[in-house]
T-cell receptor, first 112, second 119 residues
């Protein structure tokens, strides 16, 4: 079935630093790809998504490009803020009911 | 209320208790999901309901019993749990096009979760 491999954490950055969190996938066809974020004490929130190859998803200064050549969907942000501290999950649909399969999550801590 | 709501937000129970978790979605979706999130582990899918039929049961112990009375409500009934069942239980919903189990997943929207502690 479809799967994702996500960069291990934790990641600690200073405010205004550049962020990259790597995500690679294995899939049949070209499914939609997702990044979710989980802030402390909360559920998962959709951060961005891309529905086909070469699409770029973006939200809140975060971007990720669906690259079929490298089977990747890396998350980037040019200048992180303390409020970006959270756990980030890469995901894609799989299984008979097309439920989402998630990566292991990457803990990001941004220091002032 | 909007989105996906879950109650209670926190639950402490003994191993002999029976309790239920409730999830309600206000998005008009036709699929609902239960996930378990334990410390240091990836998110685990537990159950999927599509068009109110269970289409996935991910080898979950029988002490967890789901119920989906309609497309807006999802319950997780708990009985004789173990301490290792302590976790954050997340509910999600999505709009899946086509028939039950059909191709074409859409975005899943999550509730805030129920933090369960089993003593």
């Amino acid at each position: 079935g479809n799967s994702v491999t996500q960069m291990e954490g934790p990641v600690t950055l200073s405010e205004e630093a550049f962020l990259t969190i790597n995500c690679t996938y294995t899939a049949t066809g070209y499914p939609s790809l997702f990044w979710y974020v989980q802030y402390p004490g909360e559920g998962l929130q959709l951060l961005l998504k891309a529905t086909k190859a070469d699409d770029k998803g973006s939200n809140k200064g975060f971007e990720a490009t669906y690259r079929k050549e490298t089977t990747s969907f890396h998350l980037e942000k040019g200048s992180v803020q303390v409020s970006d501290s959270a756990v980030y999950f890469c995901a894609l649909p799989s299984g008979s009911a097309r439920q989402l399969t998630f990566g292991s999550g990457t803990q990001l801590t941004v220091l002032p | 209320e909007t989105g996906v709501t879950q109650t209670p937000r926190h639950l402490v129970m003994g191993m002999t208790n029976k309790k239920s978790l409730k999830c309600e979605q206000h998005l008009g979706h036709n699929a609902m999901y239960w996930y378990k999130q334990s410390a240091k582990k990836p998110l685990e899918l537990m159950f999927v309901y599509s068009l109110e039929e269970r289409v996935e049961n991910n080898s979950v112990p029988s002490r967890f019993s789901p119920e989906c009375p309609n497309s807006s409500h999802l319950f997780l009934h708990l009985h004789t749990l173990q301490p290792e069942d302590s976790a954050l239980y997340l509910c999600a919903s999505s709009q899946v096009p086509g028939v039950a189990g059909g191709i074409g997943a859409d975005t899943q929207y999550f509730g805030p979760g129920t933090r369960l502690t089993v003593l």
